[in-house]
Each structure stands twice: as C-alpha cells, then as structure tokens.
T-cell receptor, first 114, second 113 residues
Framework: GDSVTQMEGPVTLSEEAFLTINCTYT??????LFWYVQYPGEGLQLLLK?????DKGSNKGFEATYRKETTSFHLEKGSVQVSDSAVYFC?????????????FGKGTHLIIQP | DGGITQSPKYLFRKEGQNVTLSCEQN?????MYWYRQDPGQGLRLIYY???????QKGDIAEGYSVSREKKESFPLTVTSAQKNPTAFYLC????????????FGDGTRLSIL
C-alpha cells in the first residue's frame, strides 16, 4: 500500500537558519503530494502541493519539489522564524482518485529558537 | 467565511459511555473524513463518506460509527467498544474531483474520566 516517511523530530533550529524536512513516499501510479502544517491545538492547514513530477509547490517562503526519480518531496525554507514552529505533515493522494483520503507521514515537530 | 466546524473542542467520556463528535462544513464539499491523531503516529483514517447516505470504513473503524444524512454534516460516535478513545479527532472535507486537497477543522480532544 501507499506510505509516506518523514524525518523524525523534533527538529530544533535557530531563527534565520535554513530548513529541510525530508519526505519520501511509496505509491502506485502518480500521486499528488502535499505538505500540511499544524499549530498547537489546531487542525491541519494546507501549506503547499504538487500534482505531477518536477512541479514545485511554494507558499509563505516554503518550497518543495516533486521528485519522481527519488520519490521525494522535501520541504525547504531559506530563513525560518519563531512563528514557523509547528508540526509539519507530508501526505500523498493516490492517483486512483484518493477516495479513501490522504496517506500521511507521522509528522515532524519543528522548534525555532530566537 | 466557509469552513469546517468541529464541536466541542474538548470532550470527556466516562467508562462505558458513547459520545458523539460533531462536524459541519459549509464549503459544499462532497467528501468528508474522520481521522484520529495520536502523538508520534500521525493521522489515521477512521471513516469516510463520498456522498450522502453512504460511508466506508477506514483503517481503524472498530469502536466507531458515523452517519451522513446531510451533505454538510458527518458526526462521529465513539462507542464504549473503543477501548482507547483518548486522542485528538480531526474532521476533513474535499470537493469532488482528483487531486483536491483536504480542508480540516480545528479538532476535538477526547479524554477519559
């Protein structure tokens, strides 16, 4: 079945540092890929998405490129802020229609220190 | 503004008691989903529904039940058969069509007294 693997957390960085959160996937066909962010006590918010190979999703300074050859969708940001502290989830939607919803990674807790 | 409303935000259950979590959306989305979130385990799918009066079990449906009598509403009942119900529950919805991202509510945290 489909699966998503994210780097284990927590990840602790200083403000203005460069961020990479690794995400790799296993899926049949050609899935769409997503990054969601969850702030404490809240639901998930869509951060960015990519629907086909070599697509780059971007939002709020975050970027991720759909790499089919390495089955990866790593999240990057050039300069993080304290307000970026949250849990980040990588997810895929199977090309078969995804009627049964997204497949999520376990989440990566990001802590940004001033 | 359109969105997904989950209520209550916090809920407490006594042993042997059924409780129902509410999920309402005004986005006119067709599909709705319930996930359970436990620390370090990500999100796991409980039930989902593509259309009114139809729903399917997800990966961890045992001890839960749902109904979909209206397009806007998808309540989840945590029954007494669910032996470890303490978790954060998230409802989501998505419009019809491929590659559509899910929109999430703010969640309900259920605890056992």
């Amino acid at each position: 079945g489909d699966s998503v693997t994210q780097m284990e957390g927590p990840v602790t960085l200083s403000e203005e540092a460069f961020l990479t959160i690794n995400c790799t996937y296993t899926a049949t066909g050609y899935p769409s890929l997503f990054w969601y962010v969850q702030y404490p006590g809240e639901g998930l918010q869509l951060l960015l998405k990519a629907t086909k190979a070599d697509d780059k999703g971007s939002n709020k300074g975050f970027e991720a490129t759909y790499r089919k050859e390495t089955t990866s969708f790593h999240l990057e940001k050039g300069s993080v802020q304290v307000s970026d502290s949250a849990v980040y989830f990588c997810a895929l939607l199977n090309s078969g229609g995804g009627a049964d919803g997204l497949t999520f990674g376990k989440g990566t807790h990001l802590i940004i220190q001033p | 503004d359109g969105g997904i409303t989950q209520s209550p935000k916090y809920l407490f259950r006594k042993e042997g008691q059924n409780v129902t979590l509410s999920c309402e959306q005004n986005l006119n989305h067709d599909a709705m989903y319930w996930y359970r979130q436990d620390p370090g385990q990500g999100l796991r799918l409980i039930y989902y529904s593509q259309i009114v009066n139809d729903f399917q079990k997800g990966d961890i449906a045992e001890g839960y039940s749902v109904s979909r009598e209206k397009k806007e509403s998808f309540p989840l009942t945590v029954t007494s058969a669910q032996k470890n119900p303490t978790a954060f529950y998230l409802c989501a919805s998505t419009p019809f069509g491929f590659n559509q991202p899910q929109h999430f509510g703010d969640g309900t945290r259920l605890s056992i007294l």
